[in-house]
């Protein structure tokens, strides 16, 4: 099996320091009004339209938390259990990541955090909402078979990448975005608890 993993809110417990960093740099969308609670309630696309935050600043927005997080990285861990999980999903699959964040900041958070060795790759995106075009480079340049590959995210933005590649997709709900609002995006699977990940794909 294929598992492409997503990284922020998936892997990694950066999410109250994701708005931290948006609130700092761009206050005036990202007032105090703003909680982890009430962001993951609405999604991170009702989120961007609510807080009337320009489209033309996306790109802005990921280089500036990027560069934010690599003074913040070294104190980031993964999410409980993930940690393990991974380590056991690595034997016998293939596991890569594709993210927003840098691949600096990820490869430095897997060797802080024991996992360096359990990917076979991990690609930086810095679309938002356009991670269907670097996972299908990724299918292609690794030679992925569609049919054994799953996408791992927290947002409905990954289950509509996966969807727009014809791959699995598997939504968790520990991340950016609550249950309720991943379900809208009807992910193959909803995933609770990252114990789960291995009742599926080991």
Sequence with gaps: MNLIFDFDGTICDSFNVAIEIFRKNFPEYFSDDITPEYARSIGVKKLIKKTNFPKHLLPKLMLQGSK????????????????????????????????????????????????????????????????????????????LKKKDTIYIGDQTSDVEAAKRVSVRSAAVTWGYEA????????????????????????
């Design 179 to 202: 249950e309720s609002v991943l379900k809208k995006s009807i992910p193959t699977y909803i995933i609770k608890k990252p114990q789960e990940l291995l009742l599926l794909f080991n």
């Design 68 to 143: 934010e997080m690599v003074k913040i990285i070294p104190r980031l861990k993964t999410f409980p259990k993930i940690n393990e999980v991974i380590k056991k999903l690595s034997k016998g699959n293939v596991l890569g990541i594709i993210t927003n964040n840098s691949e600096e900041n990820v490869r430095t958070f897997l060797k802080n955090n024991d996992l360096n060795m359990c990917f076979d790759f991990v690609y930086s995106t810095s679309s938002l909402f356009g991670k269907d075009s670097t996972i299908k480079k990724v299918i292609k340049e690794i030679k």
